[in-house]
């Protein structure tokens, strides 16, 4: 199946945009950078380009692999001779384009950079309509170890759907048992996530959580409780959000109590930090693209 001329339209601007905030992000990080200003200059640049963020601007610095972003009023700085990898999603009309870069302040870490960004070249060279996702796991693990580095084996990369950045099938970086298959007209984000050799390789779940997205909408009885999820609903659908998209929705004394109970009745959830399990500094390259009969179409 293809995508009808519009919604390929619509993804591929949102690709355009992306790709062009993730080349600005190379020269926009720099030690000693309050992760705040890069993740609210991240935003605001996809919003001048045209689209909205599909997630919140994502900053995880060494051994951090995936989902912290900013809290409202973050004192955290870039830290010298950090591994910075910079997670960004767009999307125009619900359609998602999703890419990462990873800016390296230290040169003995520079090739586990190459690396990852080695893995996502050869993803991209071998997906194709028709191959087997065990068979894809199965090539970027090796890829990956023949570079002398390993890869997080629970992460993945991801179908994308409309307004929702992970769905359907998951890409694994290592050889994993699955019959499913790519298909035709699909769109993924593929991401290695590459690590030392002397790491665990797994990540898990930190206490922190500053990314948040709709699950299901409950019967609230606060009704500051009501009226941000409303909020939330209207404006970010089932995308994940950070609460400093939520300034000035709520009076300041209504907020706390608001906001926790969206948590308590399960009506939103919450992404955990995640590091890698031996807190091992962690790589990341990503792309999205589309599955074209030739291979595959590079959004971003």
Known sequence: ?????????????????????????????????????????????????????AFPCNVSINEVAAHYTSPPRDEMRVPRGSLV??????????????????????????????????????????LRPGLSVADFGSVIQRTIRDRGFKPISN??????????????KPLPNVSHFSVAKISLGEVYGV??????????????????????????????KNPYAKQLLDFVRKNFHTLPFTERWLKGVLPQDHYEDAFSELLASKSLMAYHILAEASRKPVAQAEHTVLIVKEGCLVLT
Request: glycine share 8%; hydrophobic share 40%; with cysteine.
């Open 1 to 53: 199946m293809s995508l009808p001329e519009e919604v390929l339209q619509s993804y591929q601007r949102a690709g355009k945009i992306a790709a062009e905030v993730r080349e600005k992000v190379r020269t926009l990080v720099f030690e000693g950078m309050p992760i705040i200003d890069l993740c609210e200059r991240v935003e605001t640049l996809i919003r001048e380009g045209g689209g909205s963020p």
């Open 85 to 126: 990898k910079v997670d960004i999603g767009v999307h125009v009309d619900g359609y998602i384009a999703d890419t990462a870069v990873t800016v390296c302040f230290n040169p003995e870490l520079e090739n586990l950079v190459d690396c990852a960004e080695e893995a996502l070249h050869k993803a991209i060279k071998i």
């Open 155 to 168: 992460l993945t990369g991801h179908q994308i759907g409309r307004y929702l950045v992970h769905t359907g």
């Open 191 to 220: 991401e290695p996530f590459i690590t030392l050799t002397d790491a665990v390789g797994t990540v898990k779940d930190e206490l922190q959580a500053y990314i948040f997205r709709l699950l299901r909408p409950k019967s609230l």
